[in-house]
């Protein structure tokens, strides 16, 4: 099969890293990083005047009518440089969501104004309980009227500079139920009570907390009680980005890695000549090689609207949870002990790594899903042969 880039998505890869290339490099990004947001407010306004906001979105919403290899292609060039922005949350997350489940006029300005890079969003559906599971959910809406009466708590809100969450709600059912969630646009203004958290990567969440605040009835997106499906299917496209952005890192740390071997000298003589290093950096490569053929399986698999999308989604994000952070761990290692420092940025890519490990399960959570899968598949397989 060809899995050549069309000369389009050639030409946003090759933007996506000039820009990266010239704006990236390990000071700048440090100095994003003390930041009061976290990222840069005018890198956001490029991005918009770019398009690259419109990627994902379809051309009759005024989008760019990008899929899944667009946006994979963008997040693996970001992965190289650690690019801070929202673009998962925002766009991959609270836009897909928006743009999806749109039901009135008031979304689709919403969406524009996303597109525009004049308002940010997150996804709010993460509680203290959840252990990775989208269909556990304790906050509930309660019809009253016209309007629905939000309580609940959601932690760990990617991108804390939203101007609205895409929150997860039980309208019925129990905790576990996959029926009775309801998804509903929620403008973060002063009747949300939020508090700011600092991850492992320096990036900024949030915990959102809701004390019966009335929404109207517009704000809900898609279907009553049906959400669960459609939460799944974007959550699986943004894992499947993440691992693009994984792929990403881990490309750059072991191209740094050897770099640095070969100017690092011992004993009279760059490190790099030593055999038992250079096996470890053949390793680093295999590692990282092994995740991008999964990726692309994974692509593959989303573009053709396949069967197997779980299965494949869940095999790439397993390998790049167990790959992601050895290929790190291995890069902090051979630069030794300045590798953690914060003045050199092989650290920081090892803190990326193990928070996009964390993101929407971790490598045993999906090696469960995939196991799981599989003998779905068999035992349908069986049934159907009896």
């Not at 928006?98 to 006029?105: E, H, K, Q, S």
């Not at 038992?276 to 995740?291: G, N, P, S």
Request: glycine share 8%.
């Amino acid at each position: 099969m060809d899995f050549s880039l069309t000369a389009e998505q050639q030409m946003l890869k090759d933007s996506v890293e000039k820009f990266v290339a010239s704006e990236y490099d390990a000071t700048q990004r440090e100095k994003l990083l003390e930041a009061p947001d976290a990222f840069s407010r005018a890198h956001w306004k490029t991005f918009a005047e770019l398009g690259w906001l419109t990627i994902p979105f379809s051309e009759e919403q005024g989008g760019f009518g990008g899929g899944i290899v667009e946006s994979a292609t963008l997040m693996e060039a970001f992965g190289k440089a650690l690019v801070l922005e929202p673009f998962v949350d925002t766009v991959l997350l609270a836009g897909q969501l928006l743009a999806r489940g749109a039901n009135t006029a008031d979304h689709e300005l919403l969406l524009s104004q996303l597109m525009a890079g004049e308002v940010q969003g997150a996804f709010a559906w993460q509680e203290r309980q959840s252990r990775f599971h989208l269909s556990h959910c304790e906050t509930t809406a309660k019809k009253q009227g016209s309007n629905y009466l939000l309580s609940g708590t959601k932690t760990l809100v990617s991108n804390a500079d939203a101007d609205f969450v895409v929150v997860s709600a039980r309208t019925a059912g129990n905790t576990e139920d996959a029926n009775g969630i309801s998804l509903f646009a929620v403008k973060l203004d002063d009747r949300v009570n939020t508090t700011r958290i600092r991850l492992m990567d320096g990036r900024h969440a949030m915990k959102v907390q809701f004390d019966e605040l009335s929404v109207p009835a517009a704000s809900l997106l898609g279907d009553v009680g049906e959400a669960l499906p459609l939460m799944q299917s974007v959550v699986d496209e943004v894992t499947v980005a993440l691992c693009a952005e994984a792929v990403g890192a881990m490309d750059y740390l072991y191209k740094a890695t050897a770099e640095y071997t070969n100017t690092r000298k011992q004993f009279g003589q760059p490190i790099g000549k030593f055999q038992a290093l250079q096996h470890r950096m053949v390793d680093m490569f295999m590692k990282t090689e092994q995740c991008r053929s999964l990726l692309i399986r994974a692509m593959c698999a989303v573009s053709d609207g396949s069967d197997d999308i779980p299965e494949a989604v869940s095999a790439v994000k397993s390998m790049v949870g167990r790959y992601g952070r050895a290929v790190a761990e291995e890069a902090v290692q051979i630069h030794g002990g300045m590798g953690v420092t914060n003045e050199m940025n092989i650290g920081h890519y090892l803190k990326r790594l193990m928070m996009i490990d964390m993101s929407f399960g971790n490598a045993d959570f999906h090696r469960r899903r995939f196991c799981s899968s599989r003998y779905r598949e068999q035992a349908l397989d069986l049934a159907l042969a009896s």
